[in-house]
């Protein structure tokens, strides 16, 4: 099961770009990384997902270098409704392993402020 | 689409009582279920994953017989929580998955206080 490692907090400014990165130094080959959000008592909601590379959707846009080690989460001008905990995910999103995906880290923190 | 609720969203009871949680895929038949609990400024810890029809799976330290799960349908799992102590106070979440997909979708939350 891969580990992952992110920044405890992060701090930033209405209509900044923010990249949390997520450091997963043991991600095998089936692996996927996932991001997800979440609010003071809410449940996480999905925000993007990718395997290599780069995803980019409505939200939010993943960078993942060429080894994988690593990956970036990277939200356009943020505004204050984005302050929540913004949680990495590593594992095998393959039906049968389907419990590698439900590890939660630590999460980042982020504050965003006026 | 993908919508999973929890049934309550927040619940006081006396210590010593029991408690059940309703966790309802409200559009999509979800054959995985997965049950979490959070304490404040804490990540998501997994306890268990449900599938409809079949017993629970645990994860090691959560006790099978403290925390009761039932996924009698493809769209309710109920986790109850036995004789509830305060320490069993937290935030429960679930979350379900559906037969053709890796993504989990997840519930609310349910907040439990044990007075």
């Known amino acids: 099961l891969a580990k992952t490692t992110q920044p405890i907090s992060m701090d930033s400014y209405e209509g900044q770009e923010v990249n949390i990165t997520c450091s997963h130094n043991?991600?095998?080959?089936?692996?996927?990384i996932t991001w997800y959000q979440q609010f003071p008592s809410q449940g996480p909601r999905f925000i993007i997902q990718?395997?290599?590379t780069k995803v980019t959707n409505e939200v939010a846009s993943l960078f993942i270098p060429a080894d994988r080690k690593s990956s970036t989460l990277s939200l356009p001008r943020v505004s204050l409704s984005d302050t929540a905990v913004y949680y990495c995910?590593?594992?095998?999103?393959?039906?049968?392993?389907?419990?590698?995906?439900?590890?939660f880290g630590g999460g980042t923190r982020l504050m965003v402020k006026p | 689409g993908a919508v999973v609720s929890q049934h309550p969203s927040w619940v006081i009871c006396k210590s010593g009582t029991s408690v059940k949680i309703e966790c309802r895929s409200l559009?999509?038949?979800?054959?995985?279920m997965f049950w979490y609990r959070q304490f404040p400024k804490q990540s998501l810890m997994l306890m268990a994953t449900?599938?409809?029809?079949?017993?629970?799976?645990?994860e090691q330290g959560v006790e099978k017989d403290k925390f009761l799960i039932n996924h009698a349908s493809l769209t309710l799992s109920t986790l109850t929580v036995t004789s509830a102590h305060p320490e069993d106070s937290s935030f429960y979440i679930c979350?379900?998955?559906?037969?053709?997909?890796?993504?989990?979708?997840f519930g609310p939350g349910t907040r439990l206080t044990v007075t």
């Open positions: 990718g395997y290599k």
């Open positions: 995910l590593v594992g095998d999103s393959t039906l049968n392993n389907a419990g590698n995906m439900l590890t």
């Open positions: 559009d999509f038949q979800a054959t995985t």
């Open positions: 979350s379900a998955q559906q037969p053709s997909s890796y993504e989990q979708y």
């Open positions: 449900s599938n409809e029809g079949s017993k629970a799976t645990y």
């Open positions: 043991n991600i095998a080959t089936n692996d996927y």
